[in-house]
């Protein structure tokens, strides 16, 4: 390639690259914002009640296997052999049982995940629409979420902080 043709490639290329240096980029803190929000407190309260509702569930199951073994240990000696057997395997079933709503409740999908993302919804897009209007009022081209990966940010400069944009776009007070 020669010489002319050489320099005007590499000023074709600086021309499509120039507008992608000059964006404007910007980060939040998703976890920040969520903190401060008081409908995430709401949410996180409802979440805790419904969990401990749950996990005494869960207890009480493992509380009747635990009692059904005992009286199996203590009456043992006094259980014809078909009697014995036919205990371990009601006390096997309580324990598959066990196992299963601990699975669906507090499984990968489980209904407590499910509850959790039904409740967060709402408020994740309400915060979403607000990132939104902050970027584009302050012609952002890129917006990072720190929370998200803070193994991808290795350092931030504060003046480039829009979390407390969209605090103030979601009427939220921030009360250091």
């Known amino acids: 390639m020669n010489?002319?043709?050489?320099?005007?490639?590499?000023?074709?290329?600086?021309?499509?690259?120039?507008?992608?240096?000059?964006?404007?980029l910007g980060y939040i803190d998703t976890e920040y914002i969520l903190n401060k929000h008081p409908d995430y407190k709401v949410i996180q309260q409802e979440l805790e009640n419904i969990s401990a509702e749950w996990k005494k569930e869960a207890q009480n199951l493992?509380?009747?296997?635990?009692?059904?073994s005992v009286q199996l240990k203590a009456e043992e000696v006094l259980l014809t052999e078909e009697m014995y057997q036919q205990r371990l395997v009601d006390i096997k079933l309580k324990q598959k049982e066990s196992q299963e709503f601990n699975s669906r409740i507090f499984g990968i999908?489980?209904?407590?995940?499910?509850?959790?993302?039904?409740?967060?919804?709402p408020l994740q897009s309400k915060i979403y629409d607000a990132i939104e209007r902050v970027s584009r009022r302050n012609n952002l081209g890129m917006l990072y979420d720190k929370a998200a990966a803070p193994s991808a940010i290795i350092w931030t400069d504060p003046r480039h902080d829009y979390s407390e944009f969209v605090l103030e776009e979601l009427g939220i007070e921030d009360n250091k």
Do not use: H, S, T
């Open 3 to 24: 010489k002319p043709l050489k320099i005007v490639f590499l000023l074709l290329l600086m021309l499509q690259a120039a507008p992608l240096i000059a964006q404007k």
């Open 62 to 68: 493992d509380k009747e296997i635990k009692e059904l």
């Open 109 to 121: 999908d489980g209904q407590y995940f499910q509850k959790q993302a039904e409740l967060m919804q």
